[in-house]
């Protein structure tokens, strides 16, 4: 019976070791599990919810890029318009006799007389070329506003570039004026009228 009591002791302390091994064998098992299919698992998640980030940060910044891109396109729409009316009052020679003709008849509607003219130097630039025309007249200073209004509102391009004024008498004076007008986008100082 000692025999027999030595053996079951021996069968027991076996099993309680094989239940040892098998709960050691189980936690590995599960360990195993988890790295094999729960670890990548969760890092691809991980992966994905930054990639969501991402995307809706670039969805975010695209309805923005989009909203500037339309208003740029519509800066630049309103640009071409805008080139296309300059164009359109800048003729390609610098017409002079037919810029004298429009400033006589502008100086007579307005009641001014005119006491010189003269062509003054070309000029090219890259994009447009140019003269400059020196125009001195007599009058009084409602004339004076009528002819400034009226260069202002012709069909071709011309600006003041100098202007100065010298009273003749009471209520009288002398205008002298320097007349930018531009003609020839894009041409060469050569061309003549």
């Known amino acids: 019976m000692a025999d027999k009591t030595k053996k079951d002791k021996s069968v027991r302390q076996f099993g309680a070791m094989l239940h040892v091994v098998g709960v050691l064998a189980l936690i590995c098992g599960v360990g195993a599990i988890h790295y094999m299919v729960c670890a990548p698992s969760l890092a691809a998640a991980a992966r994905n919810r930054t990639e969501v980030i991402d995307l ?32 359109k009052r800048v003729p390609d020679k610098p017409n002079k006799d ?68 010298k009273e003749k008498k009471t209520g009288m004076y002398t205008f002298e004026l320097t007349l930018v007008l531009y003609y020839g986008l894009g041409a060469s100082e050569d061309e003549d009228a």
């Open 56 to 87: 809706q940060r670039k969805v975010r910044k695209g309805r923005t890029i989009r909203l500037r891109y339309t208003k740029l396109k519509k800066g630049l729409e309103s640009l071409q318009h805008r080139s296309e009316a300059v164009r």
């Open 98 to 165: 037919e810029f004298l003709a429009t400033l006589n008849k502008i100086s007579d509607e307005a009641g001014v007389t005119i006491d010189r003219y003269s062509e003054g130097k070309r000029q090219s630039t890259k994009t447009s070329s140019y003269m400059l025309v020196n125009v001195e007249f007599s009058t009084g200073y409602v004339g004076f506003c009528k002819v400034l209004h009226q260069i202002n509102n012709l069909k071709r391009i011309a600006f003041v570039e100098k202007l100065s004024m």
